[in-house]
C-alpha cells in the first residue's frame, strides 16, 4: 500500500506571493490533517478535512486554507505569503478520523519563503 | 488549552543501554489517547507507541515501553536495548475531541553513541 505522498518536496517562494501544497493520503483514508513545523514554534495543527468538509482547525490566520477532494486527496493554500511561513509543512491521513486511529504522517514539503 | 511539554531537548545513551524521555501534558478532560511519536532525519513521523487514558495497562511495543501516571499527567517513554536506528527527534503528543488533531510537545533529540 503506497503511504502518504505530500508534493513537492521542496518549494521557494518570494514574500508576497501564494503557494499551493499537496497531500494524497493512503488509499482509502478519509481523514487528512495538515500540520507545520518550524524551530521556534515546533508542529502546529493547521486544519483537518474530513469527507471533503473542514472538522477542525488550528489557530492559523486566514492566509492559511485548505481544501478535500472526493478522491481524499487534500490540498493547502498559503497567501500572501510571509518569511515566518518558513517551515516543514507535514500531512497526515487516517482511516476514519477518530481520536483512536492511528495517524500516517507524509515526508512534509519544505517551503522556504525569500 | 491542553498543552505538552517535553522538558530534555536533548538526550544520549550508549547502544544496547536504556533511556527514558520524559513528557507531561495538561487537559482537562479525563479521556484522551497519548502518542510518541519519532521522527529521523528523513523527516517522516513513524508513529512509535500510543496509550488510551481509560487503560491503566501500560502500553508496549517491543523495546518501546510507557509509564503512564494519569494522575500526574506523565507519559514516559522507555527504550531498551538501544540501537543505533533509534537515533531521532522524538514527539510527545496528545489527542484531543475527534480527528487528527494532535498537539505535540516541542521534541527531544536522541543520539545513540556506538
Known amino acids: 500500500k503506497a503511504g502518504v505522498t505530500q508534493t513537492p518536496r521542496y518549494l521557494i517562494k518570494t514574500r508576497g506571493q501564494q503557494v499551493t501544497l499537496s497531500c494524497s493520503p493512503i488509499?482509502?483514508?478519509?481523514?487528512v490533517s495538515w500540520y507545520q513545523q518550524t524551530p521556534g514554534q515546533g508542529l502546529q495543527f493547521l486544519f483537518e478535512y474530513f469527507s471533503e468538509t473542514q472538522r477542525n482547525k488550528g489557530n492559523f490566520p486566514g492566509r492559511f486554507s485548505g481544501r478535500q477532494f472526493s478522491n481524499s486527496r487534500s490540498e493547502m493554500n498559503v497567501s500572501t505569503l510571509e518569511l515566518g511561513d518558513s517551515a516543514l509543512y507535514l500531512c497526515a491521513s487516517s482511516w476514519v478520523g477518530g481520536r483512536n486511529t492511528e495517524a500516517f504522517f507524509g515526508q512534509g514539503t519544505r517551503l522556504t519563503v525569500v | 488549552a491542553q498543552t505538552v511539554t517535553q522538558s530534555q531537548p536533548e538526550m544520549s545513551v550508549q547502544e544496547a543501554e536504556t533511556v527514558t524521555l520524559s513528557c507531561t501534558y495538561d487537559t482537562s478532560e479525563s479521556d484522551y489517547y497519548l502518542f510518541w511519536y519519532k521522527q529521523p532525519p528523513s523527516r517522516q513521523m513513524i508513529l512509535v507507541i500510543r496509550q488510551e487514558a481509560y487503560k491503566q495497562q501500560n502500553a508496549t511495543e517491543n523495546r518501546f515501553s510507557v509509564n503512564f501516571q494519569k494522575a500526574a499527567k506523565s507519559f514516559s517513554l522507555k527504550i531498551s536495548d538501544s540501537q543505533l536506528g533509534d537515533a531521532a527527534m522524538y514527539f510527545c503528543a496528545y489527542s484531543v475531541e475527534y480527528g487528527n488533531k494532535l498537539v505535540f510537545g516541542a521534541g527531544t533529540i536522541l543520539r545513540v553513541k556506538s
Open positions: 488509499s482509502g483514508h478519509r481523514s
